[in-house]
């Protein structure tokens, strides 16, 4: 039976602070929706963050032709839940995310064609994956809404090198839809480990490993230097290093009042080639497992192609010739918000705390994929044109957001 108006806009406000609280969104990424008749759904606005949304924001919508009502507007994938309710009578709750196993395993193209005995009561024997379009687009919501009609029995969907898509007769039914889906993929990835590895044992330390001695990059460091964070005010940064601040004269590259560490000729290389006023060492386990291939990275996940860039370059830091190898990765991160340091993770550059979260999410979150569908030997990645075509756009909206603060 479909909510009241005001107890609908409750529950998707309600879902967007337990999805966040359970890992299965971040930031703004991903979307809520509850039906409240025949013909009318509500969702999550677009571009809010679900931590301190109201119900106020939470916009009706007509399933008919997605026209919505108020001057707040609605998510870009409106339609797509639109066709969930319009094919599915009996759902009256429906959430899109962004979480991460799912994501990965949605990059091998392959469905789930033998759901897990102890996923069934939930998921069915079936989890199928709606072929790959750019976000926000009509091709995707033709895709999403084929694969919806295709599978009538389904209530979970993966989307290729995007996310997930689950529905339910609830609230309740579609989050327990949501994190059941996740805990799948997870072991899916994990077995996929260990038939290929023939380990008798599953770590993701061992995964990582296998990954590397696969790719003939021998095993993870056992130890990597800090390379800092750095906040920029005008001339000057602000570098910490192994919890030790130090400010830097941006033209020298000098300490202002101590010396200042080798990798300060990083941070100074790249504030002199991208426009940005943060600078972090990411050092997530994955990041630094695929910044040991010496390999750079394509997007397999369209997150990635907005928000990180449409490559990643891997960069060399060699103590003695630093000063060539900090030039070389000032000029790799030109046009991009992240460069690989090899066998040390990565840089990412940003202008708020909100970016620096949502790059170091999007590393790890892209690191695994490049690990597990090599593992996989399913490396899909997506098309150049629309990484090219997301990252124009999410720059083109990310100017306008920063002019208007």
């Given amino acids: 039976m479909a909510y009241e108006i005001e107890e609908a806009k409750r529950l998707v406000v309600e879902a967007g602070k337990k999805l966040l609280e359970n890992g299965l969104i971040a930031r703004t990424w991903g979307n809520v929706s509850a039906r409240i008749s025949d013909t009318q759904f509500v969702i999550t606005p677009s571009g809010r963050a679900y931590d301190t949304l109201t119900p106020d924001e939470v916009v009706v919508v007509n399933i008919e032709d997605c026209s919505h009502e108020g001057d707040i507007k609605p998510s870009s994938e409106k339609g797509v839940h639109a066709d969930a309710y ?100 997870e072991k899916v990835l ?59 004269d941006l033209e020298t590259g000098l300490g202002v009042n101590e010396v200042a560490p080798k990798c300060a000729k990083i941070h100074q290389a790249i504030y002199n080639t991208e426009d940005c006023t943060m600078i972090k060492h990411v050092a997530d386990p994955y990041v630094v497992a695929v910044s040991c291939t010496g390999e750079g990275m394509l997007p397999m996940i369209d997150d990635f192609a907005q928000i990180v860039g449409t490559d990643v370059k891997n960069c060399s830091w060699i103590d003695g010739d630093t000063d060539e ?10 046009g991009r918000n992240a460069v690989l340091i090899a066998g040390h993770g990565a840089m990412v550059t940003g202008n708020n705390d909100g970016d620096m979260q949502a790059l170091e999410i999007i590393m790890d979150k892209g690191c695994q994929a490049v690990v597990d569908c090599d593992i996989f030997n399913r490396p899909h990645y997506v098309p150049k044109t629309e990484c090219f075509l997301m990252r124009t756009v999410y720059l083109a909206k990310y100017s306008k957001q920063i002019d208007k603060k």
């Fill in 86 to 185: 319009k094919h599915h009578p009996m759902v009256n709750f429906v959430i899109h995310t962004h979480q991460k196993a799912a994501t990965i395993v949605s990059i091998t193209g392959m469905d789930i064609t033998n759901v897990y005995n102890e996923f069934r009561p939930v998921l069915g024997e079936y989890v199928p994956v709606a072929e790959y379009a750019m976000s926000t687009t009509n091709s995707l919501r033709k895709k999403v809404e084929r694969c919806i009609v295709e599978n009538p029995g389904c209530r979970a969907f993966m989307l290729m090198h995007h996310g997930a898509l689950t529905m339910g007769e609830s609230f309740e039914e579609a989050f327990e839809v949501a994190e059941t889906l996740e805990a799948c993929c």
């Fill in 325 to 334: 190898c900090a030039k070389e990765i000032g000029n790799a991160v030109d």
């Fill in 190 to 248: 994990k077995d996929n480990y260990l038939r290929h590895s023939w380990a008798k044992t599953y770590s993701d330390e061992d995964k990582r490993n296998y990954f590397l001695e696969k790719k003939g990059a021998g095993k993870m460091p056992e130890a990597i230097c800090d390379l800092g964070s750095s906040v920029r005010n005008g001339n000057m940064f602000t570098l910490t290093v192994d919890g030790k601040k130090i400010d830097v």
